[in-house]
């Protein structure tokens, strides 16, 4: 492979991404909120989702250090709640998902580059991938975490009035 035909591939391979992952962050804050209203596999949280194990992994490094992107294409920022009753709680959680899911889908990107590319550069793009989704999905997951916590604890008990 030339020098001119690998730029051209790596240009195409940004491309897609590019196009895809804006369609998906754009299309975003138009979704129907019944569709991010409720935990849908992969989104299931799991026995590991614990805000401790979230903190060993040095989330709160990563929430000084990256960008909050959430406004970009009309969307809510994650970066502070929007208030502190049970609705304000709800809706942040439901926006977190949101955000998750367009994270995940932005990884999927990945699945067209295999058709015209060699094995070891759509390897080397999806790495890429990785890096540039995975801190922001563990962000997301964390706040999530830490705001199904404080719902779980102020929803009523059985035979309570």
């Not at 569709?35 to 194990?53: A, F, G, H, Q």
């Not at 709640?81 to 926006?95: F, I, N, Q, V, W």
């Amino acid at each position: 492979m030339t020098a001119t035909t690998l730029a051209w591939h790596i240009a195409g391979c940004v491309a897609v991404i590019v196009v895809w992952s804006v369609t998906v962050g754009a299309s975003a804050p138009r979704w129907p909120a019944s569709w991010v209203r409720r935990d849908r596999w992969p989104l299931t949280p799991t026995r590991w989702d614990t805000p401790e194990n979230y903190r060993r992994l040095g989330v709160t490094w990563l929430i000084r250090h990256l960008p909050e992107g959430g406004t970009w294409f009309g969307g809510q920022s994650k970066s502070a709640l929007p208030g502190r009753d049970r609705a304000a709680l709800e809706a942040y959680a439901a926006e977190a998902r949101r955000a998750e899911w367009v994270h995940l889908l932005s990884i999927t990107s990945w699945l067209a580059l295999p058709w015209w590319n060699p094995w070891w550069l759509s390897l080397a793009f999806l790495a890429v991938l990785l890096v540039a989704n995975v801190p922001f999905l563990v962000i997301l997951r964390y706040n999530r975490v830490r705001i199904e916590r404080i719902l779980a604890r102020s929803r009523p008990t059985e035979g309570s009035p």
